[in-house]
C-alpha cells in the first residue's frame, strides 16, 4: 500500500522533489513513513475507520485507530500483529476484529486473503456496465459500493480518495 499524500522539500540546486519522513508513528509506535506529522498511512486510515477488536488474551473488547484486521488470515482468527490491550491482561496481544464490525470495513481494504476484494471488483463492474446502459446502479445494486454521480451520459466518472 502507498500512502495518499507525500512531503515535499528542495534540494540543494533549489528544485522541488518528494521526501520520505521515517519517524515513529505516534499511534502504532512503529518505525514508518509519516503521511501525517504524527501518523503513518494505516494509523491515519485506522483513525479515519476506527474498529471494535477481541483481545486474544483476555478476549475483552477494545477500539483500536489501526486497521489491525489487515493482519488477520481469516474475519474468524486472530493476527499476527500486537496492540497493546488496555483492558484486563494489560499486554501486547493478537486481535480480531468483533463480528458486527466486519460489514463495516470498506469493501476495497477488505484483506485478499478474504475474497473480498475479487467480489467487491465484481460488483463495481457490474455496476459500470448497468451505468453505461443508462440505470443507475446504485439504486439497481443497493448492496454494492456506492459509484460517484455522473453529470451526463458522456461524461467519466471519477473519484479521488
Not at 509506535?29 to 501518523?39: C, D, F, G, P, S
Not at 498511512?41 to 485507530?65: K, M
Not at 478474504?114 to 446502459?133: A, E, K, T
Amino acid at each position: 500500500r502507498r500512502p495518499l499524500r507525500a512531503w515535499f522539500c528542495f534540494n540543494d540546486r533549489g528544485d522541488l522533489e518528494t521526501t520520505q519522513i521515517r519517524r515513529q508513528c505516534a499511534a502504532c509506535r512503529q518505525m514508518k513513513e509519516l503521511v501525517t506529522t504524527r501518523l503513518c498511512d494505516a494509523c491515519l486510515f485506522g483513525s479515519q475507520n476506527v474498529f471494535t477488536y477481541e483481545c486474544q488474551g483476555c478476549r475483552r473488547r477494545q477500539r483500536i485507530p489501526h486497521p489491525m484486521y489487515r493482519y488477520q488470515s481469516s474475519p474468524n482468527s486472530y493476527g499476527n500483529n500486537t496492540w497493546a490491550c488496555h483492558q484486563r491482561c494489560g499486554q501486547y496481544t493478537n486481535w480480531r476484529i468483533v463480528p458486527e464490525d466486519v460489514p463495516r470495513i470498506p469493501q476495497s481494504d477488505v484483506p485478499q486473503s478474504w475474497g473480498g476484494f475479487d467480489r467487491w471488483l465484481q460488483q463495481v463492474r457490474q455496476q459500470s456496465l448497468i451505468r453505461r446502459r443508462g440505470g443507475d446502479a446504485n439504486a439497481e445494486n443497493p448492496d454494492g459500493p456506492p459509484l460517484p454521480r455522473t453529470g451526463g451520459s458522456r461524461s467519466p466518472a471519477c473519484s479521488v480518495q
